[in-house]
Each structure stands twice: as structure tokens, then as C-alpha cells.
């Protein structure tokens, strides 16, 4: 990334949110676009991969708290105009590179500019390295998504992700040239990067257009690559997803991207998960929930009831006399593993049936009963309560 891309570049607008935007607005505008923009869903689409690398830049330094705050001082000291040299009359005008000021080094007009903004623009864009000197580039970051059945999110997985990225060409071993003997280009002198005046006394460095920023240019290009040194590489990995996993969670892989160049490191892997549903167990933090029916006798006189669990033996659970519709009991310890490697409850709602179609002999001793209760109101309490209002 060129000096006039530090100050210039606007990712705000880029991933379409505000500058105030928040942490989650921004992941979620990140997501939206790289979904819609990724290379396996837009195959062959030269401008669709070109944005799905803008977006994921964009993302590298806004969805990094202290990179973004960075780069935020980095737009208000310079995006704006915030230094300007001073007049002839106060000491001459002079030029000297936005490189060199990055870089820690010595202006052509004698004043010292070591210190502080090397480092931060080192590692804001270049991870630490020496400012726009260094050739190395950091890969591309890479989101996939996996779907997983509800017992291996609660369990965990280890899962195939087949994934597509950028990473050094083969057929030339990433040089470019057909023979592997690729040349210093004559415009950069192998830099990668050319200066040009800005205006005011400022010099800007840009990538070099003739070898594409690589300092390098293919004699004879390689076919397959077409002189770029790279192309497009699909590889399957093996992934642990963690145990207790929710839907919709984003799991942050480092290093596990496309691979860096030149030196640089590899992205970082983005893998978001979708659960689906059970047919009997919900899910509510790291407890597992389920609705066990009760007959109306087994609730009025209490007992015990057998309830299943997710992947093991039933537990049985005492029912106390006079449990109401919809009490919830706890299970303790069947739950969803925590990432400590506890487990939470299982929480247990209790459902007392009405049965539809009662038998002569059911019905008359629900006769007998409503007889021998006739006296109770229970819905005295409520108008009493309706008239005090």
C-alpha cells in the first residue's frame, strides 16, 4: 500500500458505514459485502475480485480497534491538509518524501522526523514493518461459512472447508516469468514503488505501474499467471470448530488465509457458522432447553419423570405435587459444553396435557372430581383483583 493510499484511501465509504459506526455495524456491513462480492460466488469476474479485495482491506483496519484509531489520526493529520510547509520568507520552501517522514528519516531540509510516525504507519500498513520501503505484502483474508448439525456445535467438529485465494503461482514459483528469471524493473529499480510531486513541497510514493508494485518484471510472462506471480489457488482444510459454538458466530483463524507475498504473512481465516435447528432441544446460552409433557394426575399428585438428554442417558427429575403448566426444572450439568469445558443445565419446561378424547370411565372420575372440588373458585382471586383496579 503507496503513501497516497495512507492518506487518500476513504474505507469508511468503502465498506458503506459512517465514521461513528460502531464495531458491529461495521462486521455487519463487512459481512453484506463479502458475501455479494466473493470470488466462488462471482467466478471470472475481474471487478467483482478487485472489490472483494478493497472490502477486505477496508475490514483489516476498521474491525482492528487500534489500527482503525491509527488510521483515523493518520486521515485527520494528513487527508485534511493538517501539515503544510512553511513560506519561503520563514525558512524557505522545501520538498522531501512522505516515504522518508514514515520511514523515521531526515527531510531534504534538515529537520528531523524520526520517531513516532514510523511506527505508526508501520503498523498500521504493514504490520510492523519499515514503513513503504518494504516490499513484503500482508495475504488476503478469507471468509467462508460451514453449516453444523445442533449436537456438533454443542459437541464441537472438525469439518472440510474448500477454499479459493490468491497465492504465489506454480507453474513459475510465483516469479512471473516462464523461466523463473525475471528482471529488476529499469523504472523502480527494484523498489516497487516511484515518487511524484504532489504540489507544496510534497512528494508522494506510488506503486510502480510498469512492474505492478513487484520491482520485477517477467522476460518471458508466464502463461498461467499472465506476469503477475500469482493465481488462483483452491486448497481444502481441516477445521476445528470449537465445542458450544452459536449460530452465527465468526471464528477468527489467523494465519490461515491466502498466503502472504514476498516475505509477508498469510491473512487471516474468517469461518462463520450456521446451526441447525433440533427437532426436541433449543438452545439459550450455554443451557440446553426442552418441553416435557405431564399428564394431569402426574402434576396434581407429583412423582418422577424420566426427560431425555442431547446424545446421553434420560435423568430423572422429581415432579413436585401441584407443579403448574409451564414450570421450568433444571437439569444441572446437561447443558451445552462452556469454553472452559463445563457444561451448562438442561432446562426442563413442563407441559401438563389435557387429554381430547376421555374414556367412560375417565370421564366419570373427572366427574367425581369436579364434584368433590365444586366449592373452589379459581378465578375468584382474578375478579376480585379486576374490580380493586
Known amino acids: 500500500m503507496s503513501t497516497k493510499d495512507f492518506v487518500e484511501k476513504d474505507y469508511y465509504k468503502v465498506l458503506g458505514v459512517p465514521k461513528d459506526a460502531t464495531e458491529a455495524e461495521i462486521k455487519k456491513a463487512y459481512r453484506k459485502l463479502a458475501r ?33 484509531k491509527e488510521y483515523d489520526e493518520a486521515r485527520t493529520l494528513f487527508g485534511n491538509g493538517g501539515y503544510r510547509p512553511g513560506p519561503a520568507g520563514s525558512g524557505g520552501s522545501f520538498n522531501f518524501d512522505l516515504g522518508d517522514l514514515f520511514g523515521g528519516t531526515q527531510g531534504q531540509g534538515g529537520g528531523g522526523f524520526g520517531g513516532g510516525l ?21 495475504g488476503q483474508d478469507i471468509e467462508s461459512e460451514v453449516t453444523l448439525s445442533f449436537t456438533e456445535a454443542v459437541d464441537g467438529a472438525t469439518v472440510p472447508l474448500r477454499m479459493s485465494s490468491q497465492a504465489p503461482c506454480k507453474a513459475c514459483s510465483g516469479t512471473g516469468d516462464k523461466n523463473g528469471t525475471p528482471r529488476v524493473c529499469p523504472t523502480c529499480v527494484g523498489t ?17 505501474a510498469d512492474c505492478k508494485g513487484r520491482g520485477l518484471i517477467a522476460q518471458d510472462p508466464c502463461e498461467v499467471c499472465k506476469g503477475s506471480g500469482r493465481a488462483t489457488s483452491a486448497r481444502t482444510m481441516q477445521v476445528r470448530i470449537p465445542a458450544g459454538v452459536s449460530d452465527g458466530q465468526r471464528i477468527r483463524l489467523r494465519g490461515k488465509g491466502a498466503p502472504g507475498e514476498q516475505g509477508g504473512p498469510a491473512g487471516d481465516l474468517y469461518v462463520v457458522v450456521h446451526v441447525d435447528a433440533h427437532p ?71 407441559e401438563v396435557l389435557v387429554p381430547g378424547d376421555l374414556s367412560d370411565k375417565a370421564r366419570e372420575s373427572l366427574e367425581s372430581y369436579r364434584e368433590a372440588t365444586a366449592g373452589a373458585d379459581p378465578r375468584a382471586e382474578l375478579f376480585q383483583a379486576a374490580k380493586g383496579a
Open 280 to 350: 426436541v432441544f433449543g438452545r439459550k446460552g450455554d443451557n440446553l432447553t426442552v418441553t416435557v409433557p405431564v399428564t394431569f394426575p402426574e402434576a396434581a399428585l407429583g412423582g418422577e419423570i424420566k426427560v431425555p438428554t442431547l446424545g446421553g442417558p434420560p435423568v430423572t427429575l422429581k415432579l413436585p405435587a401441584g407443579t403448574p403448566n409451564g414450570r421450568t426444572m433444571r437439569a444441572r450439568g446437561k447443558g451445552a459444553t462452556r469454553k472452559d469445558g463445563t457444561r451448562g443445565d438442561l432446562l426442563v419446561t413442563i
Open 36 to 68: 455479494e462480492f466473493h470470488p466462488d460466488a462471482n467466478k471470472g469476474d475481474a471487478k467483482a475480485e478487485e472489490r472483494f479485495k478493497e472490502i477486505s482491506e477496508a475490514n483489516d483496519v476498521l474491525g482492528d480497534s487500534k489500527r482503525r
Open 118 to 138: 514510523g511506527d505508526v504507519f508501520g503498523g498500521l500498513f504493514n504490520r510492523g514493518g519499515a514503513g513503504t520501503r518494504t516490499h513484503a505484502r500482508r
Open 192 to 208: 516497487g514503488q516511484v515518487s511524484r510531486g504532489a504540489g507544496g513541497g510534497f512528494s508522494l510514493t506510488d506503486p510502480c
